[in-house]
């Protein structure tokens, strides 16, 4: 170092237990330099505390960090085929599809995680013409016997904790039967 009096000494990166609640954790991290020595040997730091950048800013003795809580950012719903082949009026079979429903989070600790909700999610049909194509309950969607026709958009609206997102099904209905 020639005449710098900003060098680096370390750069840490930390890992926080999932136990560990939100909220700022104060005097943390330190680092006191023993002795700092140039390529010729000669000592020009000795027993200093060093500055600590942190969310702050710099120029702390000790560092803080930061625990952010898990931030829930959105909903992702889909099913293997998004289509139903209704032939109940051919030999009484029902046709379903089972919706899966995924929140997206984001915390300080891994990044950005998925995890199922699909058994507290809510899933209804966005128009009531719908129900003549098919029926949802429990974000199963359904066509049977006392389903009379076929489209290419019945919308299903899913819903979890203030999210929301549509999701498009064809149901597929015979024009005559004999």
């Not at 005097?27 to 000669?42: P, T």
């Amino acid at each position: 170092v020639h005449g710098g009096s900003a060098v680096s000494v370390v750069s840490l990166t930390l890992v926080i237990k999932s136990t560990v609640n939100a909220g700022a954790l104060q005097s943390v991290v330190g680092c006191l330099v023993r002795d700092m020595v140039n390529a010729g040997g000669l000592k020009y730091v000795q027993n200093t505390f060093a500055t600590v950048n942190d969310y702050r800013g710099s120029g702390n003795q000790y560092g803080e960090i930061l625990v952010i809580s898990t931030a829930n950012i959105g909903v992702y719903a889909y099913t293997s085929i998004s289509e139903l082949v209704n032939i109940a009026a051919l030999n009484s079979a029902l046709a379903s599809q089972s919706i899966a429903i995924t929140v997206f989070s984001v915390n300080d600790r891994y990044n950005i995680g998925d995890s199922t909700v699909t058994s507290s999610s809510v899933c209804s049909f966005v128009d009531s013409s719908s129900l003549q194509t098919a029926s949802v309950s429990s974000c199963v969607v359904t066509a049977g016997a006392t389903h009379t026709r076929g489209t290419s958009n019945v919308l299903v609206n899913v819903q979890w904790s203030g999210f929301n997102t549509t999701l498009q099904f064809r149901v597929w209905y015979p024009q005559s039967v004999q």
